[in-house]
């Protein structure tokens, strides 16, 4: 563990700090420091530092493009003296106090030949384009955006060390963890502005502030990145930061190794592989034992348990659940509670009667009549819908929004559906998202539904499993077959 910063660069010119892993240091990440000139910090992953993640101080002229910033005890990226810093695409996620604080410390410089080249120790002339900075799910201490004079009396406006603002995307899963987005200083002012919102900030400050920024309040699931919690901040697709982000000049542009002169996406370009994580399985299963009746015990260890059917076996290939009409059944993991999962199963039936058959994955279980649920419905035609439902103090499943009804899906008795879901958030708001495609079809690359839900009862974590029904007029025994379930944390 490294006291003073994992890499630190003073009065140094030229310098390119590229696709590097700064991590566990006990001071900031990476730091250019003292009449630094000319530096690129590019494509780098710095987390978990005591300190700030990347720190630019007394310096001018510098590049801080497509860096992924995480988890840092104070600001992802910092600017204190920093001069005609451009700071593009990186994703800011998760620090502590700050995701970026931006400061003017009080030091002049007084060496002329430093000065001439635009080393003036002021922070001044910083641009911030096409960023991500987004909160920890608890909250950070401080804004997302922090501006600070530290001259007494204050000289320095934030306009002035921060003029240029745009296509950034903001993302807090509670409005008031942190209660501001921005902290705004101003010279005049006794004290900084703090405002709430990108639209309130805009009101406070003119049009001119981060006009096609985004603001994203209130989710459970981060609609952004592929999963926070494990630290794997690859962005989804069609995420709201997808191609909507300012096409980069051309000297940043080489420096990731992207196209210049066309829109990128938000946040994060290129980083070192390092900068995901995998985690392992919670519950896996491919059912390849023998067991009659009930599922017994999957292949990680969790104990399934079996509620509503008229037989459960495990053949060894898969596992089946058989119903009748107008019921229910269930195999439910001892797995658990878990606040956040990722659960994919693929299943298959015989050509269902009445309005169709409907096989689940049970995406948070907090007790028998609270639950969160991902359903798949065939009908007889062939047709699959789509749908996330829930159990709110009832036996009886209701539907989250509208089914979807798959395009291109036509189904035929025999085979297989695969089903994915993920589902986050206990702290008053859940976000469940599901997609489904045939078995053995590229899986698709965007969630099909997603659904935000504040059910009371169900805003807390639960266990998992896997469930089917039949509707009442169906007019035969149906049994359901499942294979290859897994559930992984998020």
Same mark, same amino acid.
């Given at each position: 563990?490294?006291?003073?910063?994992?890499?630190?660069?003073?009065? =140094?010119? #030229?310098?390119?700090?590229?696709?590097?892993?700064?991590? +566990?240091? +006990?001071?900031?990440?990476?730091?250019?420091?003292?009449?630094?000139? +000319?530096?690129?910090?590019?494509?780098?992953?710095?987390?978990? /530092?005591?300190?700030?993640?990347?720190?630019? @101080?007394?310096?001018?002229?510098?590049?801080?493009?497509?860096?992924?910033?995480?988890?840092?005890?104070?600001?992802?990226?910092?600017?204190?003296?920093?001069?005609?810093?451009?700071?593009?695409?990186?994703?800011?996620?998760?620090?502590?106090?700050?995701?970026?604080?931006? #400061? *003017? +410390?009080?030091?002049?410089?007084?060496?002329?030949?430093?000065?001439?080249?635009?080393?003036?120790?002021?922070?001044?002339?910083?641009?911030?384009?096409?960023?991500?900075?987004?909160?920890?799910?608890?909250?950070?201490?401080?804004?997302?955006?922090?501006?600070?004079?530290?001259?007494?009396?204050?000289?320095?406006?934030?306009?002035?060390?921060?003029?240029?603002?745009?296509? /950034?995307?903001?993302?807090?899963?509670?409005?008031?963890?942190?209660?501001?987005?921005?902290?705004?200083?101003?010279?005049?002012?006794?004290?900084?502005? #703090?405002?709430?919102?990108?639209?309130?900030?805009?009101?406070?400050?003119?049009?001119?502030?981060?006009?096609?920024?985004? !603001?994203?309040?209130?989710?459970?699931?981060?609609?952004?990145?592929? =999963? @926070?919690?494990?630290?794997?901040?690859?962005?989804?697709?069609?995420?709201?930061?997808?191609?909507?982000?300012?096409?980069?000049?051309?000297?940043?542009?080489?420096?990731?190794?992207?196209?210049?002169?066309?829109? $990128? !996406?938000?946040?994060?370009?290129?980083?070192?592989?390092?900068?995901?994580?995998?985690?392992?399985?919670?519950? &896996?299963?491919?059912?390849?034992?023998?067991?009659?009746?009930?599922?017994?015990?999957?292949?990680?260890?969790?104990?399934?348990?079996?509620?509503?059917?008229?037989? =459960?076996?495990?053949?060894?290939?898969?596992?089946?659940?058989?119903?009748?009409?107008?019921?229910?059944?269930?195999?439910?993991?001892?797995?658990?509670?878990?606040? =956040?999962? *990722?659960?994919?199963?693929?299943?298959?039936?015989?050509?269902?009667?009445? &309005?169709?058959?409907?096989?689940?994955?049970?995406?948070?279980?907090? *007790?028998?009549?609270?639950?969160?649920?991902?359903?798949?419905?065939?009908?007889?035609?062939?047709?699959?819908?789509?749908?996330?439902?829930?159990?709110?103090?009832?036996?009886?499943?209701?539907?989250?929004?509208?089914?979807?009804?798959?395009?291109?899906? #036509?189904?035929?008795?025999?085979?297989?559906?695969?089903?994915?879901?993920?589902?986050?958030?206990?702290?008053?708001?859940?976000?469940?998202?599901?997609?489904?495609?045939?078995?053995?079809?590229?899986?698709?690359?965007?969630?099909?539904?997603?659904?935000?839900?504040?059910?009371?009862?169900?805003?807390?974590?639960?266990?998992?499993?896997?469930?089917?029904?039949?509707?009442? /007029?169906?007019? &035969?025994?149906?049994?359901?077959?499942?294979?290859?379930? $897994?559930?992984?944390?998020?």
């Amino acid at each position: 563990m490294i006291k003073a910063s994992g890499i630190k660069f003073s009065t =140094s010119s #030229h310098v390119l700090i590229r696709d590097n892993v700064v991590s +566990d240091n +006990d001071g900031n990440g990476i730091w250019f420091d003292i009449s630094s000139y +000319d530096v690129n910090i590019v494509r780098n992953l710095a987390q978990r /530092n005591f300190r700030n993640g990347i720190y630019v @101080e007394i310096t001018g002229t510098a590049i801080v493009a497509s860096n992924l910033v995480t988890g840092n005890g104070q600001a992802g990226i910092k600017l204190s003296g920093a001069t005609d810093t451009r700071v593009y695409n990186n994703t800011m996620a998760d620090n502590l106090t700050y995701q970026m604080s931006v #400061h *003017d +410390d009080g030091r002049d410089n007084t060496n002329s030949a430093q000065i001439a080249l635009g080393i003036t120790w002021d922070t001044a002339r910083n641009t911030l384009i096409n960023n991500i900075l987004s909160a920890p799910a608890a909250g950070s201490v401080g804004a997302l955006l922090m501006t600070e004079d530290l001259d007494s009396p204050k000289t320095v406006d934030a306009s002035t060390m921060l003029p240029t603002i745009d296509d /950034n995307l903001y993302l807090r899963s509670r409005s008031a963890k942190p209660g501001a987005l921005v902290t705004w200083t101003r010279a005049a002012q006794t004290t900084p502005s #703090h405002y709430a919102s990108l639209s309130a900030w805009q009101a406070g400050e003119g049009a001119g502030i981060d006009p096609n920024g985004l !603001d994203i309040v209130n989710f459970g699931l981060s609609p952004v990145f592929t =999963s @926070e919690s494990r630290g794997d901040f690859r962005p989804m697709a069609n995420n709201p930061g997808s191609g909507s982000g300012a096409p980069l000049p051309n000297d940043i542009a080489a420096l990731v190794g992207v196209t210049a002169g066309v829109a $990128v !996406d938000r946040g994060l370009l290129v980083a070192p592989s390092a900068a995901t994580a995998v985690g392992a399985p919670l519950v &896996s299963d491919t059912y390849s034992r023998t067991v009659t009746p009930g599922w017994g015990v999957s292949d990680s260890g969790a104990q399934y348990s079996i509620t509503g059917a008229t037989s =459960s076996s495990v053949d060894g290939a898969t596992g089946s659940l058989a119903t009748g009409a107008g019921a229910a059944c269930a195999a439910q993991s001892d797995f658990g509670p878990v606040g =956040s999962a *990722d659960l994919a199963v693929s299943v298959s039936t015989l050509t269902p009667t009445g &309005s169709g058959a409907m096989a689940d994955i049970v995406a948070r279980a907090v *007790d028998a009549t609270h639950q969160y649920r991902a359903r798949l419905r065939v009908t007889p035609s062939g047709t699959v819908g789509l749908a996330v439902t829930r159990l709110a103090g009832t036996t009886s499943e209701t539907q989250v929004g509208t089914e979807l009804s798959l395009a291109g899906v #036509h189904y035929t008795a025999g085979q297989r559906l695969s089903l994915r879901v993920q589902v986050g958030g206990v702290l008053g708001v859940t976000t469940v998202r599901a997609r489904a495609w045939l078995a053995g079809q590229p899986e698709p690359s965007t969630w099909q539904v997603t659904r935000n839900d504040t059910a009371a009862g169900l805003q807390t974590a639960g266990v998992f499993g896997l469930a089917a029904s039949q509707s009442a /007029n169906a007019t &035969s025994p149906m049994t359901f077959s499942f294979d290859d379930f $897994v559930a992984q944390t998020i």
